[in-house]
């Protein structure tokens, strides 16, 4: 079957000097679609590209400001070489605000969202990014008490479905590369998706020191990294879980000598200290990413085994190449880890149910397989 021709023609992209993404982007979004971004730069060299990063979590609140303010993304996309200039300060009105006037002084030729979440609101900011400019952005269908959201989405040149009717959506990247086909005709296949980060070494030498200085050294009993925190409740794992499975482990000869890191958001970090810390647990130690982004990625890839929920870790996992065991919902199966090899799902007995609802036995039943790791 022809593919029908991109929403954005290649003759606008050729004439076009910059273009800027507006996406509201999490680590687990960008953990894939960074592959995209990158293919898009590639295809064109001679384009600038910006992102804007919105953040949903926007807030009048102040005392919330300081970990939206230090969001670990922001460490990464900086990173990235095929981006120019980053919005990344949203997560207040007022910024929000001031961002969108710096942004329209750049006078943009291209705006492009790929926000899925309240889409006619970012139909809305790309024009009023670019009120002359050829805008494009996702619509999904409107529902009757969504009528209304009609005048903001007449705001788009062109508009794509936030998925393809009839197309199989097995993984997330699909769904992306469904995204890019349509808006550029960018094919990119399924074998060119899996993710990566480039880790600068200045985190990969701070991670050897840290694991150091706890006494864990990779070679001398199996490193497990355990994540239980998430975004949201219904995606995290209870801490006594997790001191349930420690203890567990240490009782299994497979397992008699290893180390355990547990990973907690900065937010969570002192309520993680007081309960992983009155069991007294042997090899144990908390860890949390509290000064750059990469020293996440950077202590993933000196493990052995990684036991996260449904969030960035167990993408990132995939993309150091570390085995995964992960925790999840029902749900949302096209957000499991693409590295089918290295990677192993458990999800709750029923769909309703919230990750919590995962027994410590049903890890423990799927950790033989990885003694010999």
Avoid at 151 to 170: T, Y
Wanted: one cysteine or more; glycine letters at 4%; charged letters at 20%.
């Amino acid at each position: 079957m022809t593919s029908a021709s991109p929403k954005i023609s290649s003759d606008l992209l050729r004439k076009s000097d910059k273009i800027l993404f507006i996406a509201h982007l999490a680590l687990g979004d960008f953990t894939y679609l960074q592959n995209f971004f990158q293919h898009f730069s590639q295809a064109y060299p001679h384009l600038r590209i910006d992102l804007w990063v919105d953040e949903v979590r926007r807030t009048s609140k102040s005392a919330e400001w300081k970990y939206l303010k230090k969001y670990s993304l922001y460490d990464w996309v900086a990173q990235c070489p095929f981006f120019e200039k980053i919005y990344n300060r949203t997560y207040s009105p007022q910024l929000l605000r001031e961002s969108t006037v710096e942004a329209q002084s750049e006078h943009y030729p291209l705006v492009v969202s790929l926000a899925t979440l309240r889409p006619h609101f970012y139909a809305e900011l790309a024009r009023k990014i670019s009120p002359h400019g050829f805008v494009a952005g996702i619509k999904p269908p409107l529902k009757l008490l969504e009528l209304h959201h009609h005048l903001a989405f007449r705001k788009l040149d062109a508009a794509i479905p936030p998925s393809q009717a009839g197309a199989a959506q097995k993984h997330i990247t699909d769904t992306y590369a469904g995204w890019f086909q349509q808006l550029f005709g960018l094919d990119m296949p399924a074998s060119a998706r899996h993710p990566f980060v480039d880790i600068p070494q200045q985190w990969q030498d701070a991670a050897q020191r840290q694991l150091a200085l706890w006494g864990f050294y990779p070679g001398n009993g199996k490193i497990i990294f355990i994540n239980p925190f998430a975004k949201t409740k219904k995606r995290c794992w209870p801490l006594d879980k997790v001191v349930g499975l420690i203890k567990a482990m240490q009782a299994e000869e497979a397992w008699r000598d290893a180390c355990f890191i547990v990973n907690a958001v900065p937010q969570e970090l002192e309520h993680a200290r007081s309960m992983i810390g009155k069991h007294h647990l042997a090899r144990t130690e908390l860890f949390s990413a509290e000064e750059n982004f990469f020293q996440l990625p950077a202590m993933l890839r000196l493990c052995d085994l990684i036991i996260s929920v449904e969030t960035a870790v167990m993408h990132l996992a995939n993309a150091v190449g570390v085995p995964v065991l992960a925790l999840m919902r029902q749900k949302n199966p096209e957000w499991a880890p693409i590295d089918e090899e290295r990677s192993t799902v458990i999800t709750t007995v029923k769909r309703r149910e919230w990750v919590d609802a995962i027994p410590v036995e049903s890890v423990l039943k799927q950790l033989p397989s990885h003694a010999e790791a």
